[in-house]
């Protein structure tokens, strides 16, 4: 598993999941595997991970996968947390996923897979760094990011995947969220990119720097960046090309959504590093850019951050 890598969004789901296979559990479940419905018990103290005993806080395995997550999703919204012992940033996220799968108190549940007791379903779900959230809604995956963001930006996210779920948060649950954002979340699933920048550009022009929308319309110039290219070539022309700065941009933007930031922040901190005038200024933006699609606080992109000065300065 890599560092976290830049939120996705439906369209980055669509096409790459392929739960066709794990809709039939195995017919002898392993002998670890939780009951289905029942709540798992919590790790070792302190450890942040594992999840704590509650009615909306399940543990997953491949075995009770169709009755826990797919056919639950028929009637309420389930939020996969995949995770592991030995991952950092999952006892950073993980109690404040199980925090707010309490306060909305059933109106959406808490689903904790293993990556390391349950590979295949990690590898159903592309999942290509820890920790990674995905919604599911009706069977489906339907939204998801990777990495540790803010409280603040989990709850709008949650709260969007209540209402795309059709159903309601209880009265305190959460902050109100912008209807926009839902609609921007819905074109860019629908693969309709300029009625979603539609959408954010109508928050920004009420709340200019509104983080989501900020964040929205810079997945939206990465999906457009890479739309229709061919991957190996892309990245034959970079390795060819090392000072072809086009080439290294859009290489950068491969590595980006491929789960690979800490080699896309790399690749463009080295250019600024080797480069001046406009080339060096056209990879400072462009870096600016990808910051602002993953979450800031972010370790990957502190260290970018700070990295990105050193070669500035």
Do not use: Y
């Not at 369209?11 to 595997?33: E, F, I, M, N, Y």
């Not at 990777?146 to 409280?151: L, Q």
């Not at 001046?276 to 990879?283: I, L, V």
């Not at 990957?300 to 300065?313: E, I």
């Amino acid at each position: 598993m890599s560092q976290p890598n830049p939120r996705l969004t439906a369209a980055s789901l669509a096409g790459a999941v392929d739960l066709s296979s794990l809709r039939k559990p195995p017919a002898t479940p392993p002998a670890a595997a939780q009951p289905a419905g029942q709540p798992s018990p919590s790790g070792p103290a302190g450890n942040g991970s594992a999840p704590a005993a509650s009615a909306h806080v399940i543990e997953v395995t491949e075995a009770t996968f169709q009755t826990e997550i797919l056919e639950r999703s028929l009637t309420i919204p389930v939020v996969i947390d995949f995770w592991a012992e030995w991952c950092g940033p999952c006892k950073q996220l993980s109690p404040v996923l199980e925090k707010l799968a309490a306060e909305a108190d059933g109106a959406w549940i808490l689903a904790k897979i293993d990556v390391d007791a349950n590979q295949r379903l990690a590898q159903a779900f592309r999942v290509q760094s820890i920790p990674m959230v995905i919604a599911v809604v009706g069977g489906q995956p339907v939204d998801a990011f990777a990495g540790v963001v803010p409280e603040a930006q989990l709850r709008q996210w949650l709260d969007a995947v209540v209402q795309a779920g059709g159903g309601e948060l209880p009265e305190g649950a959460g902050p109100e969220v912008d209807p926009r954002l839902i609609e921007a979340e819905d074109h860019v699933a629908a693969g309709d990119f300029d009625a979603a920048e539609a959408s954010f550009r109508s928050i920004l022009a009420d709340q200019p720097g509104e983080p989501m929308a900020t964040s929205g319309l810079a997945q939206l110039d990465l999906f457009r960046r890479l739309d229709a290219i061919d991957p190996d070539a892309v990245m034959a022309a970079a390795q060819q090309s090392p000072d072809d700065v086009p080439a290294q941009l859009l290489a950068a933007d491969l590595e980006f959504a491929s789960g690979q930031a800490p080699e896309a922040f790399a690749r463009l901190i080295d250019l600024v590093r080797r480069s001046s005038g406009e080339d060096r200024d056209a990879a400072r933006e462009h870096l600016l850019g990808l910051f602002s699609i993953a979450a800031p606080d972010d370790p990957v992109v502190v260290k970018a951050r700070r990295d990105l000065t050193t070669a500035l300065f």
